[in-house]
C-alpha cells in the first residue's frame, strides 16, 4: 500500500509542469513546487522561490497542479507533522538541558554566595579554595599530605577550633584538590 501511495506521489509530481505559465504571459522556467497551500503554491524557478495563487496560474497549467493539490497537502501534512515531531523533541532535550544548566548555576551561586558570607564572617565554608583558608586564619602551624590518596592535605591550627563547650582546641581542614571538604576540632 505504501508503495502505491509512493509510486502515485511520484507519478504526481511528474506530472507537475516545469514551466507555469501566468496568466498574465510570465513563464516561469525550471519550476519545483516547494510548498502548498489550499489556495497558493510556493514556487521556486530560475529567478527565485514565490507564492502564486492558483488564480493567477494560467488555465491549462492550473489544471495539472489542482489534480495534484489534495494528495500533495496530505503528503506535505505528513511531513509537516513528522518535522513538528521531530521538532519537539529537540525542543524537549534542549529544554531539558537548559533546566540543568540552571540548576547547575544555582548551586554555584548558592555555593559562591556561602563562601562570600563565610569570608565575611570569618567562618569556614566548604568549597573555599586554600587561598581564602589562609586569608582568613593564616599560614597553618603544620600540614600533612596523605600519601595514599592524591591531592589530599589536612591543615592544622592549634586554639583556633570549638569543642561542644567552647574551650579551645585544634582545628584541623581538610582539603582534596586544593579545595575545602571538611574540618573538625581535635584535642590533640
Known sequence: MAFL?????????????????????FVMKDCTIVRWDTDQITVKYAGGTVPVRFENIDASDRVLIETAKAEALEKQHREDEKAAKALAVV???QDVHDQ???RKQAELDRKSAAIAAGLAEHRLVAGMTMEQVRSMFGPPLRSSSLTNVAASEWWIYPGLGRDGNGVPTNL?????????TRWNNTQR
Do not use: W, Y
Open 5 to 25: 501511495l509512493a509510486a502515485a506521489a511520484t507519478a504526481a509530481a511528474q506530472d507537475l509542469p516545469t514551466e507555469i505559465k501566468l496568466t498574465n504571459g
Open 91 to 93: 525542543e524537549h532535550k
Open 100 to 102: 540543568r544548566d540552571a
Open 172 to 180: 584541623q581542614i581538610h582539603f582534596k584538590a586544593g579545595i575545602v
